[in-house]
C-alpha cells in the first residue's frame, strides 16, 4: 500500500490560487487512478478530482474550470491546481491512489478561503 502525504493547503482569500501537493512513498507509474477529495465541516467526504494512467482527468461539476489535476511520475507526486477559489471551497483536502481495489489516502491537508 502507497502512502501518501499532502501539502500546500493554507489560508486564501476569495478569488486566490493555492497549488495542493500529493507526494507518494513509492512509484505511482503503475497506480490506475489518482485523486483529490475534500470534506468540510459536517459534510460527507466528496470528490474533487481524478486522473488516470493515461491522464484522463474528471472532475467535480463544482470545481470544472477551476481545478485542475495533474501527476508527475517521475516525482511520484500528484498536483491540484485551484484558482478562483470560493468560500465554498473551503475543507480539508485528501489525497486518494486506487489500485487492486484498495484506496489509499492521505492525512490531508486545510484550505480555507476567506476574506
Known amino acids: 500500500q502507497v502512502q501518501l502525504v499532502e501539502s500546500g493547503g493554507g489560508l486564501v482569500q476569495p478569488g486566490g490560487s493555492l497549488r495542493l501537493s500529493c507526494a507518494a512513498s513509492?512509484?505511482?507509474?503503475?497506480?490506475?487512478?489518482m485523486g483529490w477529495y475534500r470534506q468540510a465541516p459536517g459534510k460527507q467526504r466528496e470528490l474533487v478530482a481524478t486522473?488516470?494512467?493515461?491522464?484522463?482527468?474528471n472532475y467535480s461539476d463544482s470545481v470544472k474550470g477551476r481545478f485542475t489535476i495533474s501527476r508527475d511520475n517521475a516525482k511520484n507526486t500528484v498536483y491540484l491546481q485551484m484558482n478562483s477559489l470560493k468560500p465554498e471551497d473551503t475543507a480539508v483536502y485528501y489525497c486518494n491512489a486506487q489500485q487492486s481495489g484498495v484506496h489509499s489516502w492521505g492525512q490531508g491537508t486545510q484550505v480555507t478561503v476567506s476574506s
Open positions: 486522473i488516470t494512467r493515461a491522464r484522463t482527468t
Open positions: 513509492k512509484s505511482i507509474f503503475s497506480i490506475p487512478v
